[in-house]
C-alpha cells in the first residue's frame, strides 16, 4: 500500500528559503528534523525522492542525499526499500514515550504501554514556537531575568484569554508559575495554615490533594461521582466544616471528566461565600473539550475572591511547565510573598515560547482533538469485550474514561495488567482517605492501535483476576504524574 506523501508545493513551503550561513545539507537536515520533530511533518509521511527534491529546491543531489542520510542517522527518517525516505520520530520507537513520564527509577521498554500518564505528545507547531523563542531571547540577555510575577506579554495574552471567557481580568493579576500544581500548592500554601480545614474532591488529582495534605491542612473530602458532584452533600460539609480553602477541578474533572454547569457553579459558589471559603479552582484541563458543550462561566465569576489556576500543559504540552494563577487583588501581595520563599519565577524561554503559542492559537490543535475523539471511541469501543458489566459515563473533555468495575478489584487489576504489560491506575491511587476499589482510570491519550492493545491486555488480566480472586493485590504501583 503506498504511503502518505507531504506534497512538494507544501514542503517547500515549509522549509522555506536556504540559509546562506549555513552548507545547505546543514540547512536541509536542520530544517527537516525540526519539521518532523514538530508534528507539522508527520511521522509516516513519505518525502520526495532525492531527484525531485534537489531539483524543487535547486540544490544538488548529493546535498539532498547528505542531508537524507544525516536524517536517517539521526533516526528521524527510515530508508524503505520501495517507498524512499519515511518521517519517523526516534521516540516512536518505543510506544510508552507516546504519553509516558520520564520518571527516574521507574522501568520502560517498548513492550510496556504506560496508561498511568493522562497526557499527550506536544503538538506541531511547538519547536518552532521554541525557535522564535530562542530568536527573542537576546533582548532579555541584558536584565536579570528574574520575571517573578510573569512575562508582562504572556500576562497579558492569559488575561485577554479571560476576558473572552467572560471575565475581566488585568494582566497584573496573573501569575505566572511552573505548571498547575505548582499553582495549586503555593495557593494553599499562602491561603492556609498548619491544622486548617481543606475541602478536596475524592476522587481527585492525587498531587494537588498531597500539596494540601503536605501544607498541614485537616482534610475535608466531598464526592465527585461519574456523572458530576454531590451538590446536597458538598454544601453540608461546607457549612459544617467551614472550610479556609476549597480545591476543586470543575472543568473536565481529572479523573471523572465531570464538567459542572453554571447552576451548580452559583450553588456551590454561594455555600462557600457563606462559609468565607477561598475556592482555589484548577482548570487544567479546560481546553481538553472534545464535544461541544456550554462552557460554563469561570468560577471567579461566581465567586470573585476565588484562585484560578490555568495551565499550558494539557493546551499545548506538558513540557513546557508553565501555569498560571489568577489572583483577586485583596490575594495578590500574599501569593507573592509565598510565591518567592520557594520560586523566583519560571524561565524567560518557556514563557516565551507560551506566548508565541498562545498567539496563534490559544486552545487545544484541532489534530490533537481529532486524535483523542478518535481514541476515546476506540477505548469504548473494546471496554465491554475487555471488561464484561463495565460501566463508564463517556466525558465531554478530558483525558480519561473512570470506569467502574463489576467488582471492586481494581488493585487487583492493576497487579495482574502489570503481568501482561499494561500498567494503570486503580481508583485507590485518586481517593482522598482510601476506597474507589470499583474504579480504574483509563486515559485515551495513545493512538488508535495503541489502546486497542492496551484494552486486549486489560481483558487478559480481567479475566486473570476473576479466575483468582484471591491474588494478591501487591505490586508496586507508578505514582499518577498527569
Ligand atoms: C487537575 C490537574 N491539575 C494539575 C495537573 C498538573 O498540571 P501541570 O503539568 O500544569 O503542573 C494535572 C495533570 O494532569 C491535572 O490533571
Not at 128 to 143: F, I
Request: glycine residues 8%.
Amino acid at each position: 500500500m503506498a504511503l502518505p506523501s507531504i506534497g512538494m508545493t507544501r514542503l517547500v513551503g515549509l522549509l522555506g528559503a536556504p540559509d546562506a550561513d549555513a552548507p545547505a545539507y546543514r540547512w536541509l537536515a536542520d530544517n527537516l528534523r525540526l519539521l518532523i520533530a514538530d508534528g507539522r511533518l508527520p511521522s509516516g509521511q513519505a518525502l520526495p525522492s532525492e531527484r525531485r527534491l534537489s531539483q524543487a529546491l535547486g540544490l544538488s543531489r548529493t546535498t539532498v542525499t547528505r542531508a537524507y542520510s544525516l536524517l536517517v542517522d539521526d533516526g528521524f527518517l527510515s530508508a524503505r526499500q520501495g517507498s524512499g525516505h519515511v518521517a519517523t520520530l526516534p521516540l516512536g520507537r518505543g510506544r510508552v514515550g507516546v504519553g509516558g513520564a520520564l520518571l527516574p527509577g521507574y522501568e520502560t521498554s517498548d513492550e510496556l504501554l504506560d496508561l498511568t500518564c493522562a497526557a499527550t505528545r506536544a503538538p506541531a507547531g511547538t519547536a518552532e514556537a521554541y525557535a522564535k523563542a530562542v530568536q527573542q531571547l537576546p533582548s532579555y540577555l541584558a536584565g536579570t531575568g528574574y520575571a517573578t510575577a510573569g512575562l508582562p506579554q504572556l500576562q497579558a495574552l492569559i488575561a485577554e484569554r479571560y476576558a473572552q471567557r467572560g471575565l475581566p481580568t488585568d494582566p497584573d493579576q496573573i501569575l505566572v508559575v511552573g505548571g498547575a500544581l505548582s499553582g495549586v500548592s503555593l495557593a494553599v500554601r499562602a491561603l492556609t495554615r498548619p491544622g486548617d480545614p481543606v475541602l478536596v474532591e475524592s476522587p481527585s488529582y492525587p498531587n494537588s490533594v498531597e500539596a494540601a495534605r503536605r501544607s498541614g491542612a485537616r482534610l475535608s473530602p466531598v464526592t465527585v461521582e461519574p456523572d458530576g458532584w454531590d451538590l446536597d452533600a458538598a454544601t453540608s460539609t461546607i457549612s459544617a466544616v467551614r472550610p479556609v480553602a476549597a480545591q476543586l477541578i470543575l472543568d473536565f474533572h481529572n479523573p471523572t471528566g465531570a464538567l459542572m454547569a453554571d447552576g451548580e457553579r452559583e450553588r456551590l459558589a454561594a455555600a462557600l461565600r457563606r462559609a468565607g471559603t477561598v475556592a482555589i479552582v484548577d482548570e487544567t484541563m479546560l481546553e481538553v473539550e472534545l464535544d461541544e458543550v456550554v462552557r460554563p462561566l469561570p468560577f471567579a465569576a461566581h465567586l470573585s475572591s476565588t484562585i484560578l489556576v490555568g495551565s499550558s500543559s494539557k493546551s499545548h504540552w506538558g513540557g513546557l511547565r508553565v501555569g498560571w494563577l489568577r489572583v483577586p487583588r485583596p490575594l495578590m501581595a500574599r501569593l507573592l510573598q509565598a510565591r518567592i520563599a520557594d520560586d523566583l519565577g519560571a524561565p524567560i524561554l518557556e514563557q516565551l515560547a507560551l506566548a508565541e503559542l498562545l498567539r496563534s492559537r490559544p486552545g487545544l490543535h484541532p489534530e490533537t482533538r481529532t486524535a483523542l475523539q478518535t481514541s476515546r471511541q476506540a477505548m469504548i469501543e473494546a471496554l465491554p469485550r475487555a471488561i464484561p458489566g463495565a460501566r463508564w459515563t463517556v466525558p465531554a473533555g478530558g483525558l480519561s474514561l473512570w470506569v467502574e468495575l463489576p467488582a471492586p478489584r481494581s488493585r487487583q487489576l492493576a497487579a495482574a495488567a502489570r503481568d501482561v504489560g499494561l500498567l494503570v491506575s486503580p481508583g485507590p491511587q485518586f481517593a482522598v482517605h482510601h476506597g474507589l476499589e470499583s474504579f480504574v482510570r483509563l486515559p485515551y491519550k495513545d493512538p488508535p492501535a495503541v489502546v486497542t492493545d492496551a484494552m486486549r491486555r486489560l481483558g487478559s488480566a480481567w479475566r486473570n483476576v476473576m479466575d483468582s480472586p484471591g491474588r494478591p493485590a501487591t505490586a508496586p504501583l507508578r505514582p499518577v504524574v498527569a
